[in-house]
Structures are given as C-alpha cells and as structure tokens.
C-alpha cells in the first residue's frame, strides 16, 4: 500500500473539504471578516487535514503490510481470516466475519472432497480385492489345465489374458494408494536380483510368447520397499515388451555410482522419440509411440515416477529412436546405512 493509492481511495473526502473551505471563505468574506484570519483558518484546517490524513495512512499501512506478512507465512491461506490482526475500524470488523465465513465454507468444501476421495480410494481397494479373488481361481484353473497336451496352448493363452488382467488390475490399486504410499510401505534389504527374477518370472509366458530374451545381473542389495519396486520394474518391463522390434532383447543389471546404486533397465526396441523423452513421465502422455498402440493410457510410467519420487528413488530415461531405451533407477544410500 503506498501514499497515492490511499490519497486515491481518499478523494472524495479530499474534494468534500476543499468544497467547505470554498464556501467558508467566501460566507467570512461577504460578512466583512478579515483576509488574513480567513487565510489563517484555512492554513490551519489543512494542517489538521494533513494530519489526521498521515495518520490514517500510517495506520493502514501497518494493518495491512501486518496482514501480507500473515499471508506470506501461511502454509494454509485460506485460514487469513482467522489470523487477521485486530483493528478498531468497523469495515474490518466486517471483512473479517465475512473472511471467516466464507473460509468456514471453504474448509467443509474440502473436507466434503476429501472424504469423497478417501472413500473413493477406499472403495478401489476393496473392488481390487474381490477382483483379484476371480483371477486367482482363472490361475489354477490355468496351472491345472497346463497338465493335459490337448489343451495346453489354450490354457496358456488364457493364463497370459489372466496376467494382463492382473497387470491392470494392480496398476488401478497403486494408483489408488499412490497418495498415501507412507501407510503401505516397509523400507527393508531388498535384493535386486531377487526382485528383478521375480518380475520376470511373473511375466515368464508374456516374454516366452514374444521371444524375449533377458540378461540380469543385479548384484547390488538396496534399502527400499521391494514390493513398490517391483511394480515400477514390472511397469518398465511391460512397456519394453508392447514396444519390443526384431527379436527383443533385455538387460538389466546394476552399478556403484557415488550416492548409491543405479539400476538399469535396457532394451532394444523402438526407442523414444527425442521431442518426447522430456514428457514420458507426465500423466496421460502416450506420444507418437503410444497412439500407435491400443490401450495405451500413459499412466504406467506416471505411476513409476510419482512411486519413486515418494520412495525417494530417482528415474530417468535414456533413449535413442530406433536404437532402444535405458531406463535408470538411482537408488540413494542413506547416511546410517553408509556408517554400517
């Protein structure tokens, strides 16, 4: 707030003195009074008018440079009117109830939204859980059926639409839980060989079926949550498998760098467009690559990325088109870890 917007705001008190000075004068100079005691007067009228003018100035300014200070501070700004500084002038007094009650507004809006939200993840969740129940039965009735020769190659097809199924499936529950990961996860020694051969041993039929062959060495043990691990390589296998080339080719393997261990996940596939590596991990990105496939959603690498940013796992992705892609996960090492 500065002296010419509140001189502004001032300008009809300003023109309603100058008004009654004009009239004064000229009501003691047609009653005969005195030139220099009307001069006087005036002079002295401005001097109070000055004054009273400063002072309100001074006054406003410091209630409301107290209130940006208040605003700047606040996580939640929507709360002002709660922390607003008191003051004795009855327009704030007004502003400030109604501040109060619009806020109050505001706080039951969110908190209708927030417990729209809650039981929408919660009611995902239970719909995972019973749909998970059917895809278990449709896997033994697979794994019984791989027993006979006649109908083996059904019984395999059926097992790899009963994995897609699952695939998607886990994907809409970590979405749903994506939010609160810090409830669902246990940070423990995880072996990345182990938990890379269990990805893959997962989609085994997947990669037999389009003739994948898979080289991994990952030596290294990190400490994360293995389970949100798996979902992020698994999501990264998926994608190299739907944009395979030729006779598809994996390596995943591990390294030392400085801060910890990284990760790497390469393929030889059709690689990512240069205009489009900056923008894979974005919600609903699909990319040329992705509009050529059909149910491609563009929220498996979103979901790796929001998983990992909350894990505290950095990725990233290194692409050459028509060469293949290296995806990388940098895992940290934590400074008690380091002493141990």
């Not at 010419?4 to 009653?31: G, P, S």
């Not at 400085?258 to 590596?277: A, F, Q, S, T």
């Amino acid at each position: 707030m500065n002296l010419k917007d509140f001189l502004k705001d001032k300008c009809l008190i300003l023109i309603l003195h100058v008004v009654c000075m004009a009239v004064l004068t000229a009501f003691l100079r047609i009653t005969g009074y005195h030139r220099a005691n009307t001069v006087l007067i005036l002079i002295f009228w401005w001097m109070i008018l000055g004054a009273w003018l400063l002072a309100a100035y001074l006054q406003r300014r410091k209630f409301f440079g107290e209130a940006e200070r208040i605003l700047e501070e606040m996580d939640q700004r929507y709360l002002l009117g709660e922390v607003l500084p008191d003051s004795f002038r009855l327009e704030d007094r007004l502003y400030r109830d109604m501040i109060r009650r619009s806020n109050k507004s505001v706080i039951e809006r969110l908190r209708r939204m927030e417990d729209g939200q809650k039981e929408y993840r919660e009611y995902i969740e239970n719909w995972v859980h019973e749909v998970k129940a059917p895809i278990t039965a449709i896997s033994l009735l697979c794994e019984n059926g791989r027993r006979g020769q006649g109908e083996r190659e059904y019984f395999r097809a059926l097992s790899l639409e009963n994995q897609k199924i699952e695939n998607y499936v886990d994907m809409a529950l970590y979405y749903a839980r994506s939010e609160n990961v810090y409830k669902d996860y246990q940070i423990r020694e995880t072996d990345l060989q182990q938990a890379v051969s269990g990805v893959l041993e997962k989609n085994r039929l997947l990669l037999i079926q389009n003739r994948v062959r898979a080289e991994v060495d990952c030596p290294d043990r990190v400490y994360t949550d293995r389970k949100w691990v798996e979902f992020i390589v698994n999501q990264i296998i998926l994608n190299s498998v739907k944009y395979r080339r030729g006779l598809p080719v994996f390596r995943i393997y591990t390294k030392r760098s400085e801060n910890g261990v990284v990760l790497v996940l390469e393929d030889n596939g059709v690689g990512i467009p240069p205009e489009d590596v900056s923008r894979i991990f974005e919600k609903g990105f699909t990319g040329s690559n992705g509009r050529g496939h059909e149910r491609s959603t563009g929220m498996g690498l979103y979901l790796c990325r929001e998983l990992s940013r909350k894990l505290g796992i950095g990725i990233r992705a290194e692409s050459r088109y028509g060469e293949g892609t290296a995806m990388v996960l940098e895992f940290p090492v934590s400074r008690y870890i380091a002493r141990e």
